[in-house]
């Protein structure tokens, strides 16, 4: 079955710098793409999902690209502030109603002043 | 707009003994509903998948005799779990799908005592 790996799993970065996490996966029927945020002690935030016709998306302050040749999704937080700091998700599924979204392993960045 | 409820937000259970959570999608009819853990620290494990008209499918580490659903219809789901013990305290997300969408309700968080 498809499985989702995420890297790093710890990302510090100082206030203004960029934030970039990567997720490979491994099923190449893969078609639907999410990153999701999770503050400490909450659910799931959705930030972006992304087909797998567009490479690259633009949301409010972060950019996601996807490479379906390398099966690799990446997300690009610029000019990371402290309240970015949380818990980031990817999620990966193919397009029947009958697939399940599988999870990365989490990525928790700490954007420091 | 898509909301999702699970219920309760909190809750504490004496070791051995079971709990039951519910979720209920608002403003949509959810054709398929996904029941997910996450253990401290770590990412979201689906536990079972439930499509309308299908059986409820469940991943290697979880059954349905410590994990019984009950999905009666588009719009709702429980899940118990049976004899909790320390290892399956956590977050219980509860995730309904319409389409490519998944909307994610705030959780069910699991302390066992």
């Known amino acids: 079955g498809e499985q989702v790996e995420q890297r790093p799993p710890h990302l510090s970065v100082r206030e203004g710098d960029s934030a970039v996490i990567t997720c490979t996966y491994t099923?190449?029927?893969?078609?639907?793409f999410f990153w999701y945020k999770q503050e400490p002690g909450a659910s799931l935030q959705l930030l972006m999902k992304v087909f797998s016709s567009t490479e690259i998306n633009e949301g409010q302050g972060f950019t996601v690209l996807l490479n379906k040749k390398d099966k690799r999704l990446s997300l690009n937080l610029t000019a990371a502030h402290p309240g970015d700091s949380a818990a980031y998700f990817c999620?990966?599924?193919?397009?029947?109603?009958?697939?399940?979204?599988?999870f990365g392993q989490g990525t928790s960045l700490s954007v420091v002043p | 707009g898509a909301l999702v409820y699970q219920y309760p937000r909190r809750t504490i259970c004496k070791s051995g003994t079971s709990m039951r959570m519910e979720c209920q999608a608002v403003g949509f009819q959810a054709t398929s509903v996904a029941w997910y853990r996450q253990s401290p620290q770590k990412t979201f494990e689906l536990i079972a998948l439930?499509?309308?008209?299908?059986?409820?499918?469940?991943e290697q580490n979880f059954t349905q005799e410590k994990f019984p659903i009950s999905h009666p219809n588009l719009s709702f789901s429980s899940m118990t779990v049976l004899n909790a013990y320390l290892e399956d305290r956590g977050l219980y997300l509860c995730g309904a799908r319409e389409g490519s969408d998944y909307t994610f309700g705030s959780g069910t968080r699991l302390l066992v005592i």
């Open positions: 439930s499509t309308v008209n299908s059986a409820i499918k469940y």
């Open positions: 099923d190449p029927n893969s078609y639907y």
């Open positions: 999620a990966v599924s193919a397009s029947s109603s009958f697939s399940k979204l599988v």
